[in-house]
Antibody, heavy 118, light 107 residues
Framework: QVQLVESGGGVVQPGRSLRLSCAASGFTFSNYGMHWVRQAPGKGLEWVAIIYYDGGNKYYADSVKGRFTISRDQSKSMVYLQMNSLRTEDTAVYYC???????????WGQGTLVTVSS | EIVMTQSPATLSVSPGERATLSCRASQSLNSNLAWYQQKPGQAPRLLIYAASTRATGIPARFSGSGSGTDFTLTISSLQSEDFALYYCQHYNNWPLTFGGGTRVEIK
């Protein structure tokens, strides 16, 4: 069965960096685009970024553009989110999700919590 | 950016009753809309895509309708496990955006 496991969350000071990882299994990773979505405590869902199946295209939410970078390692079935210049408003649970069809998020991990605080 | 507006914010319904959730987009989506369910402490789960197609394993009591800018998620007879948060999401263009959510609670 499809499994997505996020890791790398934690407490970080404003202005610092953090890299999140998502380990995928149970499907042919190189055939699917992958998303990151976040959810601030007690708030709704916010889409963050997508990387296409071949890594050839990437799109970002305006709120993270220029600060976050999504990437993937096909050989390891991993997707990453490099987060630089972190702000307190980046505090959230970060989910990775598998894309199907025209950008529907079918499978989700359980999330990893990032807390940006001094 | 397309703004997604869900209403109501909270819906109080008795078990066995029908629940009707609304989602409105700031511009036409054709049918590029999905619905997700989220329970406390859990990741979201895909319910509906292409406005009206149920995802695999989703019970028939969940149905979606609409096109253009106005969409509806209907739960025909609420079961105890259906009390949760529900989000709509467009995928018409970038960036993808979600609605603010509707909480379905027990009346």
């Amino acid at each position: 069965q499809v499994q997505l496991v996020e890791s790398g969350g934690g407490v970080v000071q404003p202005g610092r960096s953090l890299r999140l990882s998502c380990a995928a299994s149970g499907f042919t990773f190189s055939n699917y685009g992958m998303h990151w979505v976040r959810q601030a405590p007690g708030k709704g869902l916010e889409w963050v970024a997508i990387i296409y199946y071949d890594g050839g295209n990437k799109y970002y939410a305006d709120s993270v553009k220029g600060r976050f970078t999504i990437s993937r390692d096909q050989s390891k079935s991993m997707v990453y989110l490099q987060m630089n210049s972190l702000r307190t408003e980046d505090t959230a649970v970060y989910y990775c999700a598998r894309n199907v069809g025209n950008f529907v998020l079918l499978d989700w991990g359980q999330g990893t919590l990032v807390t940006v605080s001094s | 950016e397309i703004v997604m507006t869900q209403s109501p914010a909270t819906l109080s319904v008795s078990p066995g009753e029908r629940a009707t959730l609304s989602c409105r987009a700031s511009q036409s989506l054709n049918s590029n809309l999905a619905w997700y369910q989220q329970k406390p402490g859990q990741a979201p789960r895909l319910l509906i895509y292409a406005a009206s197609t149920r995802a695999t394993g989703i019970p028939a009591r969940f149905s979606g309708s609409g096109s253009g800018t106005d969409f509806t998620l209907t739960i025909s007879s609420l079961q105890s496990e259906d009390f949760a948060l529900y989000y709509c999401q467009h995928y018409n263009n970038w960036p993808l955006t979600f609605g603010g959510g509707t909480r379905v609670e027990i009346k």
